[in-house]
């Protein structure tokens, strides 16, 4: 396994191996390489007597992505994080690289004892599916890559990085106002509603224009003397004759409009322009010409300013291009077909199609040998086989590759990881600690807590001795590279050169870390197995 990987990393420094072209061997592996093995690996090895075990993996894999998240969100509260990764980092400790590098290791350990080789490492490599099964719904679906979308808003990007006691003081103080406020709503909701059809609404002009579709100058007149008195009124004017109460109580009675007026009247103010007026990209910095013109006592006013500039040029006319924007929100129909299509992706639908295809005997006797079915109840190819049997062969070849690309994969995303210049300027304590999380304490979490589910219950028999390994190993990985894919495509300036420094000293201590992981793993099963 280290060999592969050693043999990545001088591929990328000798420049033999680009990104272009580990991007396509990166795409094969995921979408066909990957999936092909999940599928062989689980039709072949899952039974309805073993399919139990999906509950108890499943439990596992969530408590460490909740644990992983917890430890850091405590990171990022006691360290010092760059604004653009403080949400980047809950994500790192929540998702591991739960994909190629765990398949490599089971697929090598159970070759030998205290293994089976001719069960155990398919019966492994299922198992590992299950993890990665909710690794990914948790990721896309559920929308957990919208955290690393967070670190790159510009409001966020601004903020100034407070101490800890100045933080946890200001969000002591939002707590206490939204209570505060709460507690003032509801105070106010239990006084005794007034009803309003009793209250007397006086005439207002602007609700007497609603049933106007054209306002005459005698209109005008005779609802707005004092304004029609004065001339040449300008913005100042017209913002002194709002503020003064004597206007608002002449225009409106002494109380304000009804939502009906003001809306009506906001409505009005507006003239809809066809799509083919005449447009002219000087005349948005040009000042509005007044709709109506009144000549009262020598002099014009303005009332309602609309921009509209017609000069003795050719007038260009622009038609929409795109359609305005839809108000309507998704349905809920809507959003559950879009987390549907987000379980389309390759590993995860290999996985629901595999599930069925294992635990059902007739279909499952179509791909491999059931005892009871095959050649009885479901006959033969004439080849002597089940009749599927040359796609369950296939996914197996197909699979075959995923192993040795992703770790040449793996050796070659560590040669091209940027590590910073100066790691004086970088977080060198939060990279520790994510680096002391990953490795060391979620390791000892997940120990301890397998065992304890293996003693004081019955999730974790001592006869399934790949169910305790594959727990236990998984809990120790590094974070996931599709992380910086993620980010990358998030950030505007393309890169993740954060997120590389997080990885850098990660995957450096894994050959370290992992190889003390999986030995801890074995003796914790030969110590189930006696």
């Not at 609802?223 to 300008?234: A, I, K, R, S, V």
């Amino acid at each position: 396994m280290m060999l592969c990987i050693c043999v990545g990393w001088i591929l990328a420094k000798r420049g033999i191996f680009p990104p272009p072209a580990a991007r396509g061997v990166s795409i094969l592996s995921l979408n066909v390489g990957l999936p092909s093995l999940i599928f062989s690996s689980m039709v072949s090895s899952f039974t309805p007597q073993n399919i139990s075990a999906f509950g108890p993996l499943a439990l596992v894999a969530f408590m460490y992505m909740t644990v992983g998240g917890l430890l850091g969100w405590i990171v990022r509260e006691i360290f010092y994080v760059p604004a653009d990764f403080r949400y980047g980092i809950v994500v790192m400790g929540v998702i591991s690289n739960w994909g190629n590098l765990p398949t490599a290791v089971v697929q090598t350990v159970a070759q030998n004892a205290p293994f089976d080789p001719s069960t155990d490492i398919e019966l492994g490599v299922a198992y590992i599916a299950v993890f990665i099964l909710l690794m990914n719904t948790l990721l896309f679906p559920v929308g957990l890559h919208k955290l690393c979308a967070l670190d790159f808003k510009e409001s966020n990007l601004i903020k100034e990085h407070l101490p800890a006691r100045e933080r946890w003081a200001n969000r002591l103080n939002l707590l206490k106002s939204f209570f505060r406020h709460s507690s003032k709503s509801n105070s106010n909701s239990l006084k005794t509603p007034v009803d309003i059809s009793t209250i007397p609404r006086p005439t207002s002009p602007l609700v007497e224009f609603e049933k106007n579709d054209v306002l005459t100058p005698t209109a005008l007149t005779t609802q707005f003397p004092d304004y029609l008195n004065e001339t040449d009124e300008g913005p100042s004017d017209l913002s002194r004759a709002r503020s003064t109460p004597q206007s608002r109580t002449h225009l409106l009675n002494g109380i304000p409009p009804t939502r009906k007026a003001s809306r009506t009247a906001s409505l009005s103010s507006v003239r809809r322009i066809p799509p083919t007026a005449p447009l002219e990209v000087a005349d948005l910095t040009q000042p509005c010409l007044p709709t109506i013109s009144i000549n009262s006592n020598g002099g014009p006013i303005s009332i309602l300013p609309v921009c509209s500039h017609r000069e003795q040029t050719d007038l260009q006319y622009s038609t929409p291009i795109t359609p305005p924007q839809s108000i309507h929100k998704p349905t809920i129909w809507h959003r559950l077909l879009m987390i549907g299509k987000s379980f389309l992706m390759p590993v995860s639908l290999a996985v629901v199609i595999a599930i069925p295809c294992s635990v059902v005997l007739p279909l499952k006797s179509l791909f491999t040998h059931v005892d009871g079915w095959t050649g009885s109840k479901m006959p033969n190819a004439p080849d002597g086989k089940p009749p599927l049997a040359f796609i369950q062969d296939t996914a197996t070849f197909i699979g075959g590759m995923t192993i040795p690309a992703t770790l040449i994969l793996l050796g070659a995303s560590i040669a091209r990881l940027k590590t910073p210049k100066k790691w004086s300027d970088q977080p060198i304590a939060a990279i520790c600690a994510m680096t002391a999380v990953k490795m060391i304490i979620a390791p000892v979490f997940g120990v301890f807590v397998v065992q304890a589910l293996r003693d004081n219950t019955s999730l974790f028999p001592k006869e399934d001795l790949m169910r305790t390994f594959v727990s236990v190993l998984l809990s120790g990985t590094p974070a996931a590279v599709n992380q910086l894919v993620v980010t990358q495509l998030y950030n505007p300036a393309g890169s993740a050169d954060t997120l590389a420094s997080f990885l850098s000293l990660q995957y450096l201590l894994m050959p370290i870390l992992s190889t003390a992981l999986a030995a801890i793993a074995l003796y914790v099963t030969e110590q189930q197995r006696s």
